[in-house]
């Protein structure tokens, strides 16, 4: 069994938005439950059986990830259960880092729970035992959370866990404290939670405490964000350790983890709890160590001193101390004795790895967020650098020796440059007796020996990299014997030799299965083959192949790496590692080449391109992908600066025009093997619509989504589709038609409640035998012969013949995390065919080929063990859809009326006991034979502006609405065309005749977003208001980026901001006028509400170099895209894009793959 390790570093605290609520049936007693088959409204744990008795239809949106078991400890939440904040998972296989503490309180906090839930008492041992689990981690903890309410645990989808860092801030739906890279593990295991205590008063000798008094001085605590995806770093924040090594030039010393190979900004606190900034000066291409600067003189209240760097004075048998970072709070003083010097360095998994160097092993229990630590010996110098531990329960740590470190400090304070040299070729520690099977000969093993006698060790050739110096001239199992004529066994030496060799060759001789063998081998720069610049375009982010990347995959360093996977190159695989290898025909094979291919590629332009995944360079991928140039115009290059330590931006070129589109033919395909030409032409009116939205508004959780709609008017190109699909207009829609044209879309109306959306294409571009369909003005009954057309998960028609099974009022579960648009006061229709549960996209239709019901995907809620987003399966009948199609046909944009209320189905038992007298009860049983029903009013929607007059409350039973008895949903569509309705109801069991006024349904969507520190904001949109009694702010967080401050200091999803440096933020307006002006860097006020009422104040401190302030206006008059985009930067107003930043505000990845309103990092 293989150690499993962890790296020492930390992420913070998230800030809880919401407590999870689950709907209940406000007047139904648990009799009731069961005796009423059409109640819906249901809590989120049970709504899947609920709405299964009901024969609903319901689906993950990736069925293909609810093969994760709830309890797998891979997707576990690392704060506890309170706090949920999970990190960006960089790499998509095998291993994953824990956090030492609270991971295993959590597992078996959430087993025993959702063992509750769904009474699997043996739930809790399902999957500690996946061997493919992380194994060695870099330590990483979260704070405690600072949480108003608990939320239930949340899980990863996605399984790639970042390695080194606890993620911060997070408050929805993730957790952070898997800050840890871990060694492959094989076998199966449960860690403790394991508490990192200060040592007691009197546990050292007096000599040892004046050391640490000492010690403790030069240790800070590191807080940082690493701004967006790169290399193997995902975008996230997180807290670490370092310690001060050059007092006068402010020098501090951390590991390679920490400053990450992308954009880093970050401070430092002194034990004092002084704050300075900090920032990388330099980041070793390949060993886990990195090198901040501060300004010293910015410490005002504390002598800086420097902790001398002895890496010689590490010997196996010393006693040492391990100061750092205890989980942000404090600092943990642990002790230990180094056991070994010798061992090889710990793999952390896809991510990350250090390699070329020995790692010194000891026994201290260090836990997150200590990365960075110094190791000390009793004199009060630093042998060593804390890296990384075992995560199994073993109290094993990993130190990285302090030559290399030493020799980069020197050279910056000499003001030499850091030369780094490397062969391409990885070399791995072994005893001699694997050396003697390898080829090792008696002969120089004595020779060995002699020179060397205390060693057991060799240098093998582990990986050899195609195309670098050493391919074709060293082979892997190689046993070294000399370089330049000398006898050398250890890493120390060899990197020596290397690094000052740079551009000159070197003599290596080996033994090769007993054979001698000598070779020349030119040394290359480490540096050439570690990117420092990366370029966005069309929404994602690519720079050139690392050599981290190379050798974990053994492939050649060269390629077009991409980084961060979002936009037009979000490819249908979510995984990371891919590189491209052409794009519209022409080769890519370096970044330099990509750039000027992508700058003459048109906007709105299609191309082939063609990629590989690192994992399987066998394999060659190929698809045509939508170039999206006009949300983000400018293609950005980002160059590291390590005199500033920010990446500098600059831009390479704008956006080509679009081509005019041209008019295409196609034909469609023939409907086989049905009985009905007219159902069979019915396959004329289905067009195949794919959304992208560029920016997440209104709590939606995906940023790509597509489905099958409707021509219900081929001369003007209309069609209809779920909301599920287009939940908003801040989007590019594409229309294929016939599986062969490809049209751009717009959105024409959105449907406040009835989960559907009217598109429009241009139908002069069509040269297509397109044909509107017909749709019903009857209601399709319950036990009516229908036919099903659907279109299922992978876009292909079935179809076959069947039976309305039921018809009755649903609603669908809301969503507890972050409020987003779900279908309220509907009927819904379902069918006796399994057909019906496999497709998203269909119509029920009529044998004379009338379309009597649209087959649509309604969105539910988030489910809490799968982490996943239910999608429902439904029916809605045609004639509600009528009046709006009607006016829209005629050029008419509809304007409609709401009540402001969410009704629920109750039957006569209920109604009688709640005051519905017997002659109103015989009424509804003669006008509804079906369905002896009436509505009760479980919640009202806030309206900003409610008219004046009566209005339903919660607990009321409507009876009439203007004459007519309610019996049914769609009996409600009168409210659609009525300023007031007379009505009839039942309150506190009295009959009472009101006048109901309606409410305008003119600003139930959003048209104005803000983009702030990494969060967007806007006016709580209509599905927040149907969830909450009152609005504390129309400054309302609807998501926020992954490595931002917002991300930081938890400023999460469903909060409102009420104030910004003490004065008042009601609107967005004041808001934006109150933050432009706060300076770049500096410390800000904001007070928020949560979505539960909670008041709280969090101070941030403002990024405009990689999160400049934007606004997003819609406006029809905006050619491209309908939406008008304004940058502030330094209290300007820059009407589009920006100097700063790279991309939209939030282009990121679904949030299944993170938490509810999270999205992936971008500068």
Same mark, same amino acid.
Request: proline fraction near 6%; glycine fraction near 8%.
């Given at each position: 069994?293989?150690?499993?390790?962890?790296?020492?570093?930390?992420?913070?605290?998230?800030?809880?938005?919401?407590?999870?609520?689950?709907?209940?049936?406000?007047?139904?007693?648990?009799?009731?439950?069961?005796?009423?088959?059409?109640?819906?409204?249901?809590?989120?744990?049970?709504?899947?059986?609920?709405?299964?008795?009901?024969?609903?239809?319901?689906?993950?949106?990736?069925?293909?990830?609810?093969?994760?078991?709830?309890?797998?400890?891979?997707?576990?939440?690392?704060?506890?259960?309170?706090?949920?904040?999970?990190?960006?998972?960089?790499?998509?296989?095998?291993?994953?880092?824990?956090?030492?503490?609270?991971?295993?309180?959590?597992?078996?906090?959430?087993?025993?729970?959702?063992?509750?839930?769904?009474?699997?008492?043996?739930?809790?041992?399902?999957?500690?035992?996946?061997?493919?689990?992380?194994?060695?981690?870099?330590? !990483? %903890?979260?704070?405690?959370?600072?949480?108003?309410?608990?939320?239930? $645990?949340?899980? *990863?989808? #996605?399984?790639?866990?970042?390695?080194?860092?606890?993620?911060?801030?997070?408050?929805?739906?993730?957790?952070?404290?898997?800050?840890?890279?871990?060694?492959?593990?094989?076998?199966?295991?449960?860690?403790?939670?394991?508490?990192?205590?200060?040592?007691?008063?009197?546990?050292?000798?007096?000599?040892?405490?004046?050391?640490?008094?000492?010690?403790?001085?030069?240790?800070?605590?590191?807080?940082?964000?690493?701004?967006?995806?790169?290399? %193997?770093?995902?975008?996230?924040?997180?807290?670490?350790?370092?310690?001060?090594?050059?007092?006068?030039?402010?020098?501090?010393?951390?590991?390679?983890?920490?400053? !990450?190979?992308?954009?880093?900004?970050?401070?430092?606190?002194?034990?004092?709890?002084?704050?300075?900034?900090?920032?990388?000066?330099?980041?070793?291409?390949?060993?886990?160590?990195?090198?901040?600067?501060?300004? $010293?003189?910015?410490?005002?209240?504390?002598?800086?001193?420097?902790?001398?760097?002895?890496?010689?004075?590490?010997?196996?048998?010393?006693?040492?101390?391990?100061?750092?970072?205890?989980?942000?709070?404090?600092?943990?003083?642990?002790?230990?004795?180094?056991?070994?010097?010798?061992?090889?360095?710990?793999?952390?998994?896809?991510?990350?790895?250090?390699?070329?160097?020995?790692?010194?092993?000891?026994?201290?229990?260090?836990?997150?967020?200590?990365?960075?630590?110094?190791?000390?010996?009793?004199?009060?110098?630093?042998?060593?650098?804390?890296? !990384?531990?075992?995560?199994?329960?073993?109290?094993?740590?990993?130190?990285?020796?302090?030559?290399?470190?030493?020799?980069?400090?020197?050279?910056?304070?000499?003001?030499?440059?850091? %030369?780094?040299?490397?062969?391409?070729?990885?070399?791995?520690?072994?005893?001699?007796?694997?050396?003697?099977?390898?080829?090792?000969?008696?002969?120089?093993?004595?020779?060995?020996?002699?020179?060397?006698?205390?060693?057991?060790?060799?240098?093998?050739?582990?990986?050899?990299?195609?195309?670098?110096?050493?391919?074709?001239?060293?082979?892997?199992?190689?046993?070294?014997?000399?370089?330049?004529?000398?006898?050398?066994?250890?890493?120390?030496?060899?990197?020596?030799?290397?690094?000052?060799?740079?551009?000159?060759?070197?003599?290596?001789?080996?033994?090769?299965?007993?054979?001698?063998?000598?070779?020349?081998?030119?040394?290359?720069?480490?540096?050439?083959?570690?990117?420092?610049?990366?370029?966005?375009?069309?929404?994602?982010?690519?720079?050139?192949?690392?050599?981290?990347?190379?050798?974990?995959?053994?492939?050649?360093?060269?390629?077009?790496?991409?980084?961060?996977?979002?936009?037009?190159?979000?490819?249908?695989?979510?995984?990371?590692?891919?590189?491209?290898?052409? /794009?519209?025909?022409?080769?890519?094979?370096?970044?330099?080449?990509?750039?000027?291919?992508?700058?003459?590629?048109?906007?709105?332009?299609?191309?082939?391109?063609?990629?590989?995944?690192?994992?399987?360079?066998?394999?060659?991928?190929?698809?045509?992908?939508?170039? #999206?140039?006009?949300?983000?115009?400018?293609?950005?290059?980002?160059?590291?600066?390590?005199?500033?330590?920010?990446?500098?931006?600059?831009?390479?070129?704008?956006?080509?025009?679009?081509?005019?589109?041209?008019?295409?033919?196609?034909?469609?395909?023939?409907?086989?093997?049905?009985?009905?030409?007219?159902?069979?032409?019915?396959?004329?009116?289905?067009?195949?619509?794919?959304?992208?939205?560029?920016?997440?508004?209104?709590?939606?959780?995906?940023?790509?989504?597509?489905?099958?709609?409707?021509?219900?008017?081929?001369?003007?190109?209309?069609?209809?589709?779920?909301?599920?699909?287009?939940?908003?207009?801040?989007?590019?829609?594409?229309?294929?038609?016939?599986?062969?044209?490809?049209?751009?879309?717009?959105?024409?109306?959105?449907?406040?409640?009835?989960?559907?959306?009217?598109?429009?294409?241009?139908?002069?571009?069509?040269?297509?035998?397109?044909?509107?369909?017909?749709?019903?003005?009857?209601?399709?009954?319950?036990?009516?012969?229908?036919?099903?057309?659907?279109?299922?998960?992978?876009?292909?028609?079935?179809?076959?013949?069947?039976?309305?099974?039921?018809?009755?009022?649903?609603?669908?579960?809301?969503?507890?995390?972050?409020?987003?648009?779900?279908?309220?006061?509907?009927?819904? /229709?379902?069918?006796?065919?399994?057909?019906?549960?496999?497709?998203?996209?269909?119509?029920?239709?009529?044998? #004379?080929?009338?379309?009597?019901?649209?087959?649509?995907?309604?969105?539910?809620?988030?489910?809490? *063990?799968?982490?996943?987003?239910?999608?429902?399966?439904?029916?809605?009948?045609?004639?509600?859809?009528?009046?709006?199609?009607?006016?829209?046909?005629?050029?008419?944009?509809?304007?409609?009326?709401?009540?402001?209320?969410?009704?629920?189905?109750?039957?006569?038992?209920?109604?009688?006991?709640?005051?519905?007298?017997?002659?109103? /009860?015989?009424?509804?049983?003669?006008?509804?034979?079906?369905?002896?029903?009436?509505?009760?009013?479980?919640?009202?929607?806030?309206?900003?502006?409610?008219?004046?007059?009566?209005?339903?409350?919660?607990?009321?039973?409507?009876?009439?609405?203007?004459?007519?008895?309610?019996?049914?949903? *769609?009996?409600?569509?009168?409210? =659609?065309?009525?300023?007031?309705?007379?009505?009839?109801?039942?309150?506190?069991?009295?009959?009472?005749?009101?006048?109901?006024?309606?409410?305008?349904?003119?600003?139930?969507?959003?048209?104005?977003?803000?983009?702030?520190?990494?969060?967007?904001?806007?006016?709580?949109?209509?599905?927040?208001?149907?969830?909450?009694?009152?609005?504390?702010?129309?400054? =309302?967080?609807?998501?926020?980026?992954?490595?931002?401050?917002?991300?930081?200091?938890?400023?999460?999803?469903?909060?409102?901001?009420?104030?910004?440096?003490?004065?008042?933020?009601?609107?967005?307006?004041?808001?934006?006028?109150?933050?432009?002006?706060?300076?770049?860097?500096?410390?800000?006020?904001?007070?928020?509400?949560?979505? #539960?009422?909670?008041?709280?104040?969090?101070?941030?401190?403002?990024?405009?170099?990689?999160?400049?302030?934007?606004?997003?206006?819609?406006?029809?008059?905006?050619?491209?895209?309908?939406?008008?985009?304004?940058?502030?930067?330094?209290?300007?107003? /820059?009407?589009?894009?920006?100097?700063?930043?790279?991309?939209?505000?939030?282009?990121?990845?679904?949030?299944?793959? !993170?938490?509810?309103?999270?999205?992936?990092?971008?500068?």
């Amino acid at each position: 069994m293989r150690p499993v390790l962890f790296a020492r570093h930390r992420v913070p605290p998230p800030r809880l938005l919401r407590i999870p609520t689950s709907p209940s049936l406000t007047t139904t007693t648990t009799t009731a439950l069961t005796a009423l088959p059409l109640q819906t409204t249901l809590p989120s744990s049970s709504a899947l059986s609920r709405f299964h008795q009901l024969r609903l239809q319901s689906t993950s949106t990736s069925p293909q990830q609810q093969q994760q078991t709830f309890t797998s400890r891979h997707s576990l939440p690392v704060l506890n259960c309170s706090v949920h904040h999970q990190l960006p998972f960089h790499a998509s296989i095998t291993r994953t880092r824990k956090d030492t503490s609270t991971a295993s309180h959590i597992t078996s906090t959430a087993t025993r729970a959702f063992s509750q839930t769904t009474g699997n008492s043996n739930s809790s041992s399902s999957s500690y035992g996946d061997a493919s689990s992380y194994s060695a981690n870099m330590n !990483g %903890t979260s704070p405690v959370a600072r949480s108003k309410r608990k939320e239930p $645990p949340q899980y *990863s989808s #996605d399984g790639r866990l970042a390695k080194h860092h606890r993620t911060n801030g997070d408050i929805d739906m993730s957790s952070a404290d898997a800050n840890t890279p871990t060694e492959d593990f094989d076998g199966h295991y449960e860690e403790e939670p394991r508490h990192v205590l200060p040592l007691a008063p009197g546990a050292d000798t007096a000599e040892w405490q004046a050391t640490i008094e000492n010690v403790v001085r030069n240790v800070v605590s590191i807080r940082f964000c690493q701004t967006c995806s790169f290399d %193997t770093d995902p975008a996230l924040t997180s807290e670490a350790t370092g310690f001060v090594v050059d007092a006068e030039r402010g020098y501090i010393l951390t590991n390679r983890h920490v400053v !990450g190979s992308g954009p880093f900004w970050g401070y430092c606190i002194f034990d004092n709890h002084e704050e300075v900034d900090a920032y990388p000066v330099y980041r070793d291409p390949v060993h886990d160590f990195g090198i901040l600067k501060f300004d $010293p003189k910015a410490i005002k209240y504390m002598p800086v001193a420097a902790l001398p760097l002895r890496p010689d004075l590490a010997r196996v048998g010393i006693e040492i101390r391990v100061v750092g970072n205890d989980a942000g709070e404090k600092l943990s003083i642990l002790s230990g004795v180094i056991s070994r010097l010798d061992r090889n360095a710990p793999e952390y998994g896809d991510g990350y790895s250090d390699f070329n160097t020995c790692y010194y092993q000891a026994s201290a229990a260090a836990s997150g967020g200590s990365s960075g630590s110094p190791v000390v010996n009793k004199d009060g110098f630093a042998v060593a650098l804390q890296a !990384g531990g075992r995560a199994d329960g073993a109290s094993t740590d990993y130190f990285l020796p302090l030559d290399r470190p030493l020799r980069a400090l020197k050279c910056l304070q000499e003001g030499k440059p850091i %030369t780094r040299g490397d062969i391409q070729c990885q070399f791995v520690l072994k005893p001699f007796d694997e050396c003697r099977r390898l080829g090792l000969t008696p002969e120089w093993e004595a020779q060995v020996r002699k020179a060397f006698p205390k060693e057991t060790n060799m240098l093998v050739a582990e990986i050899i990299l195609p195309e670098g110096p050493s391919h074709k001239k060293l082979e892997e199992g190689d046993v070294l014997i000399k370089v330049n004529g000398k006898l050398l066994t250890q890493f120390i030496p060899l990197e020596e030799t290397l690094d000052s060799s740079v551009g000159q060759t070197v003599k290596l001789m080996l033994l090769r299965g007993g054979e001698e063998v000598e070779v020349e081998i030119e040394v290359g720069d480490l540096h050439q083959i570690t990117p420092d610049r990366f370029v966005s375009v069309s929404g994602g982010s690519f720079h050139n192949l690392s050599y981290q990347q190379a050798r974990l995959y053994g492939v050649a360093c060269k390629g077009v790496y991409v980084c961060e996977a979002g936009g037009s190159f979000r490819f249908d695989n979510n995984e990371n590692g891919w590189i491209i290898q052409s /794009i519209d025909q022409k080769e890519t094979p370096d970044l330099d080449t990509f750039i000027e291919v992508m700058k003459g590629i048109p906007d709105k332009a299609r191309v082939v391109i063609t990629y590989k995944h690192l994992r399987d360079m066998h394999t060659l991928h190929t698809t045509v992908i939508y170039v #999206d140039r006009h949300w983000a115009k400018k293609m950005k290059l980002a160059v590291r600066n390590d005199k500033t330590g920010l990446w500098d931006f600059s831009n390479l070129s704008d956006a080509l025009p679009a081509v005019a589109p041209v008019p295409r033919k196609a034909s469609f395909i023939q409907l086989e093997n049905t009985s009905h030409p007219a159902v069979a032409d019915l396959v004329k009116s289905f067009v195949h619509v794919s959304v992208t939205m560029p920016v997440k508004l209104d709590g939606f959780p995906k940023n790509r989504k597509w489905g099958m709609g409707l021509v219900i008017d081929a001369e003007k190109g209309l069609v209809i589709i779920s909301r599920a699909i287009v939940p908003y207009d801040l989007c590019d829609i594409t229309i294929t038609i016939a599986d062969s044209i490809v049209v751009e879309g717009k959105v024409v109306f959105l449907h406040p409640l009835q989960n559907y959306a009217v598109i429009q294409y241009d139908p002069k571009l069509v040269d297509a035998p397109v044909r509107s369909a017909k749709l019903s003005s009857e209601m399709i009954s319950q036990g009516a012969s229908t036919y099903f057309i659907g279109y299922n998960r992978i876009g292909r028609i079935v179809h076959t013949a069947t039976t309305v099974t039921e018809m009755f009022a649903v609603t669908i579960p809301a969503n507890s995390g972050a409020p987003r648009y779900r279908a309220v006061n509907v009927d819904a /229709i379902t069918v006796d065919t399994n057909l019906s549960g496999q497709c998203g996209s269909g119509v029920l239709v009529a044998q #004379d080929g009338t379309v009597q019901a649209l087959w649509l995907t309604y969105l539910g809620e988030r489910n809490p *063990s799968s982490h996943r987003d239910e999608e429902y399966h439904l029916g809605l009948a045609t004639p509600t859809l009528l009046p709006v199609i009607s006016q829209l046909q005629q050029g008419i944009t509809p304007k409609l009326r709401l009540l402001s209320c969410e009704f629920r189905a109750i039957q006569m038992s209920q109604a009688r006991i709640m005051g519905v007298s017997e002659e109103w /009860i015989q009424k509804v049983s003669l006008v509804n034979t079906a369905h002896h029903q009436l509505f009760l009013v479980t919640k009202r929607t806030y309206e900003r502006n409610e008219p004046a007059g009566d209005h339903l409350k919660e607990g009321d039973i409507l009876l009439t609405l203007n004459n007519q008895l309610i019996t049914k949903i *769609s009996e409600l569509d009168v409210m =659609y065309s009525h300023d007031y309705l007379d009505a009839v109801i039942v309150r506190n069991t009295k009959e009472l005749h009101i006048k109901l006024p309606t409410v305008a349904a003119d600003d139930a969507e959003t048209d104005h977003a803000i983009s702030f520190c990494g969060a967007i904001l806007h006016r709580p949109h209509l599905a927040v208001r149907q969830q909450i009694s009152k609005l504390f702010s129309e400054v =309302y967080v609807s998501a926020r980026t992954r490595g931002s401050p917002a991300y930081q200091y938890g400023l999460a999803p469903t909060n409102f901001v009420t104030h910004v440096n003490g004065k008042r933020t009601p609107d967005l307006k004041s808001f934006l006028d109150a933050v432009v002006g706060i300076p770049d860097n500096t410390y800000f006020r904001l007070k928020c509400m949560t979505f #539960d009422s909670v008041p709280w104040v969090v101070t941030m401190k403002k990024n405009e170099h990689y999160f400049p302030t934007t606004e997003l206006i819609k406006d029809p008059s905006e050619p491209l895209t309908g939406w008008r985009r304004i940058t502030y930067e330094g209290g300007k107003k /820059i009407e589009g894009e920006g100097h700063e930043g790279v991309g939209v505000a939030v282009l990121g990845e679904d949030q299944g793959e !993170g938490g509810e309103g999270d999205v992936d990092g971008c500068c």
